[in-house]
């Protein structure tokens, strides 16, 4: 069945930092992938998507590469701030849209000032 | 921006009784999710709803829960008779189409805790 493996969290960083919050899936067929984010006491929002080999998506400075070669879609961002403290969860779907999401754990992700 | 709207934010049970947790979905939308997240484990598929039935659940979705929408604006999950097991956070979400250009709304959830 499909799965997503996503990095342990919590994760902490500074302001400023670099950061990749590593994500891998295991599907069937041509999964569309997703991260989604949860900031304190809101729902989960989608941050950015790819639904194909080499897409890349991105949002608010966020990044992700679908990697169909190595079945990943890494989460970046090349400088955080403080208010991009929340929840990251990656997920994908394979019945070519946003029905049954398969998520991962969530990574707990905070910056310091 | 529109938003789903799940009450109550938290739901202390004692096993054995039954639940009800509330949603009220983006007015326009058609389709209806729910889902859960154990403490410290994955984000998991309960349910789907679409045009008063349910389109696909899981398998955790026994005869135990059940869904229904009762009016034009709620969505609810029941759990007949809860489990210390069925201790999660409970998220609805909703959409107004499906297909891979569409955005899924959730809820911020219900926590519920089962004693």
């Known amino acids: 069945g499909n799965s997503v493996t996503q990095m342990e969290g919590p994760v902490t960083l500074s302001e400023e930092a670099f950061l990749t919050i590593n994500c891998t899936y295991t599907?069937?067929?041509?999964?569309?992938l997703f991260w989604y984010v949860q900031y304190p006491g809101e729902g989960l929002q989608l941050l950015l998507k790819?639904?194909?080999?080499?897409d890349k998506g991105s949002n608010k400075g966020f990044e992700a590469t679908y990697r169909k070669e190595t079945t990943s879609f890494h989460l970046e961002k090349g400088s955080v701030q403080v208010s991009d403290s929340a929840v990251y969860f990656c997920?994908?779907?394979?019945?070519?849209?946003?029905?049954?999401?398969?998520f991962g754990t969530g990574t707990r992700l905070t910056i310091i000032p | 921006e529109p938003e789903v709207t799940q009450t109550p934010s938290h739901q202390v049970t004692q096993m054995g009784q039954e639940v009800i947790l509330r949603c009220v979905p983006i007015?326009?939308?058609?389709?209806f999710y729910w889902y859960r997240q154990i403490l410290g484990q994955k984000v998991e598929f309960l349910v789907s709803f679409y045009n008063n039935e349910i389109s696909e659940k899981s398998e955790i979705f026994d005869d135990q829960f059940s869904v229904e929408r009762p009016d034009g604006s709620n969505f609810t999950l029941k759990i007949r008779s809860t489990k210390l097991e069925d201790s999660a956070m409970y998220f609805c979400a909703s959409s107004s189409t499906r297909g891979r250009s569409e955005k899924l709304f959730f809820g911020s959830g219900t926590q519920l805790s089962v004693l």
């Open positions: 599907a069937t067929g041509y999964p569309s």
């Open positions: 997920a994908l779907s394979d019945l070519g849209g946003n029905e049954k999401l398969t």
């Open positions: 790819a639904t194909k080999a080499d």
């Open positions: 007015s326009n939308h058609l389709y």
